[in-house]
């Protein structure tokens, strides 16, 4: 379930109100007239079933509220009521593989900024990656894997391009690019540092390499195994029940491919360098595709229970149904 509060406008209440009485999947209905001052209006709380809080926003947004008051989810993560387990019985499909669109957004709007930390995070990752493919050392690797950010603009670019958010699309392309260029460089200067230290050698990144040369060798595997990564990285970004840490370590040589590639330019090493370079053009496109037909899919598949989210104006409400407690309005 989630919890939505709204601040409306007065002349606007009674159809938020009417609006909510109707979407399938909603309960625990409250208003309090004029409670609101900033900005000013009554103050509208329920609950609604994940499965249907898609479609109750997008109504929500287009009666204006978004702009003329607020609207705020939460997730809740206790709700011992007999009306709020009818509501989600009530609801057209299951809530694990519910999609909440604007909550997607959002998530990956944030994640996919160009910020000091995005920045470092990805820097250090690929550090991380570049001893790990020096040492031939899988651990490494996937602990690099798991540092690095940078699914977070892959899965904002997927959003962008199906939500037709050009805005949002560029912002996470610039932090994607920036990235990995800033990260390379870094890597590249580490590297260097490294071998006057006498800690990276040459020759250990031209030996056999049995656990990390495919890194640098890819192959027509290299981009299904892309295409696999991106399908699983949406499905924990839309999925109520998956991780938030599996949409991060799915890319499996992205940040290794830019640690190899910067490794491989401190050397010289343009054999190397260009493999990893295709490696790692080949897993973010992949996750590029793959992500937006998952987000597409879903996006088709809620689509045919649209007509089921709301009822038709005047059915009445479902026995055991939301509460709704209105207090007057001053002179009302």
């Known amino acids: 379930m989630l919890h939505l509060r709204m601040i409306t406008p007065h002349h606007l209440t009674d159809q938020v109100v009417e609006l909510i009485d109707r979407t399938v999947g909603t309960t625990h209905l409250v208003v309090l007239a004029g409670a609101a001052r900033d900005p000013a209006g009554d103050l509208v709380l329920c609950d609604v079933a994940r499965e249907a809080a898609d479609e109750l926003l997008q109504e929500m947004r287009s009666l204006g509220i978004d702009k003329t008051g607020s609207i705020a989810v939460e997730n809740i993560d206790l709700s011992i009521s007999r009306r709020a387990d009818a509501a989600e019985e009530e609801a ?70 199906v939500r037709r958010r050009p805005r949002l699309a560029w912002r996470s392309f610039v932090a994607l690019a920036v990235g990995f260029t800033a990260a390379i460089v870094a890597t590249t200067v580490f590297s260097l540092v490294m071998d006057v230290l006498g800690l990276f050698h040459e020759h250990l990144l031209e030996n056999e390499r049995p656990n990390t040369s495919f890194i640098w060798q890819p192959d027509p595997f290299s981009f299904v195994v892309a295409l696999l990564a991106g399908v699983a990285g949406m499905l924990s970004l839309t999925s109520a029940k998956a991780g938030a840490l599996v949409g ?6 992205t940040v290794p491919a830019a640690a190899n590639a910067a490794v491989a330019l401190s050397y010289g090493d343009l054999g190397q360098m260009w493999g990893s370079g295709i490696q790692l053009a080949l897993n973010l496109g992949g996750i590029i595709l793959s992500g937006t037909l998952t987000l597409i899919a879903w996006k088709l598949l809620w689509r045919t229970q649209q007509n089921r989210m709301i009822r038709k104006p005047g059915a009445p409400r479902r026995p055991g149904g939301g509460a709704l407690w209105m207090a007057r309005r001053p002179g009302a």
């Open 92 to 161: 057209p499909g299951e809530a694990a593989d519910a999609v909440v669109w604007e909550q997607l957004a959002e998530s990956t709007h944030e994640e996919s900024t160009l910020t000091i930390t995005y920045a470092a995070f990805m820097i250090l990752a690929t550090m991380i990656a570049a001893c790990g493919v020096v040492l031939d050392n899988a651990v490494l690797i996937v602990g690099a894997m798991a540092v690095g950010p940078e699914f977070g603009p892959l899965a904002g670019i997927c959003t962008g391009l």
């Open 248 to 253: 991060v370590a799915i890319s499996v040589t």
